[in-house]
């Protein structure tokens, strides 16, 4: 399964307003390939692996896993294509 990540960001609301955590992420990995992901407390590292793993969607960016963008998916189309492509341990 090929994944590809363009432009990535995700905020969330504050009372002062927008909170950034992911800013203009890109990344792309092949089938076969493997990333690890680190970095200091608060960085960003499980809201990057929960819009990969589908369980949070992006502000903005393209998350494509096998030339499909999930997103796109409707809640009980994503639910299936989360059960059968995408898997964390």
């Given at each position: 399964?090929?994944?590809?990540?363009s432009?990535?960001?995700?905020?969330?609301?504050?009372?002062s307003?927008?909170l950034p955590?992911l800013k203009?992420i890109?990344l792309?990995?092949s089938?076969?390939?493997?990333?690890?992901?680190?970095?200091p407390?608060?960085?960003?590292?499980s809201?990057?692996l929960?819009?990969i793993g589908?369980l949070?969607r992006?502000?903005?960016?393209?998350?494509?896993?096998?030339n499909?963008?999930?997103?796109?998916l409707?809640e009980v189309e994503?639910?299936?294509?989360?059960n059968r492509?995408?898997?964390?341990i």
């Amino acid at each position: 399964m090929s994944l590809v990540v363009s432009s990535l960001t995700k905020s969330f609301e504050t009372r002062s307003g927008a909170l950034p955590i992911l800013k203009g992420i890109d990344l792309e990995l092949s089938s076969g390939e493997a990333l690890v992901v680190t970095g200091p407390s608060g960085s960003g590292k499980s809201t990057l692996l929960y819009i990969i793993g589908t369980l949070d969607r992006p502000s903005s960016g393209l998350v494509t896993l096998n030339n499909v963008n999930p997103f796109q998916l409707s809640e009980v189309e994503l639910a299936k294509f989360r059960n059968r492509h995408i898997g964390f341990i």
